[in-house]
């Protein structure tokens, strides 16, 4: 038996209103992520750009070592930095990359910086820009306001991101 039943075309859909109150809470709880969100974001892009430079300057010691000459990083501005390697057939630089931050919102400490790795993969301290209390050259990776992610690079060669 089939009974007509009057609540089973309302039951069928949503009011005006109830689907106005869905959208008012999900609208609050939209405000209320979005804020934390877009400091994660600024956060995992200056932890990435961080690693990108340790894995560049991993890169260019590597090369100092197999040519048995010099590849530097100069931190160009506070938005980016160049890196050059030795050219075997002139003995002088050339430039392998240009790494622009200022896209993702990121800045660098210390524009105007250098830092030398000599044919055996050690930081050249008379041709860098090393603090000389300490034997570090540091390079901070910042998203302002959130995050400063510095990029340490030691005297015998060993690069870290802290």
């Keep these: 038996m089939i009974r007509a039943n009057s609540t089973s075309r309302r ?4 009011t005006l209103l109830e689907l106005a109150v869905s959208m008012v809470i999900l609208a609050i ?10 400091r994660y974001r600024a956060r ?4 990435s750009s961080a690693h990108e ?5 991993t890169y260019i010691q590597g090369r100092a070592i197999d040519l048995e000459g010099e590849c530097w990083v100069l931190v160009d501005s506070t938005e980016q930095y160049s ?3 030795t050219d075997p057939a002139t ?6 990359r240009r790494v622009n931050l200022a896209p993702e919102g990121l800045t660098l400490s210390s524009p105007g910086k250098r830092l030398t790795f000599g044919p055996r993969g050690w930081v050249d301290a008379s041709k860098s820009d090393v ?4 034997g570090i050259y540091t390079i901070t990776v910042s998203a302002p306001g959130v995050v400063d992610v510095p990029v340490r690079i ?3 060669g060993r690069i870290e991101v802290r």
């Design 83 to 85: 890196v050059f390697v």
């Design 29 to 38: 709880l939209a405000a209320i992520v979005a804020p934390p969100w877009a």
């Design 53 to 57: 430079l340790r894995a560049e300057l």
């Design 91 to 96: 003995g002088g630089g050339e430039l392998y």
């Design 154 to 156: 030691y005297l015998n």
């Design 131 to 134: 603090d000389q209390l300490t």
């Design 44 to 47: 995992m892009r200056a932890y």
């Design 11 to 14: 039951s069928a859909g949503f």
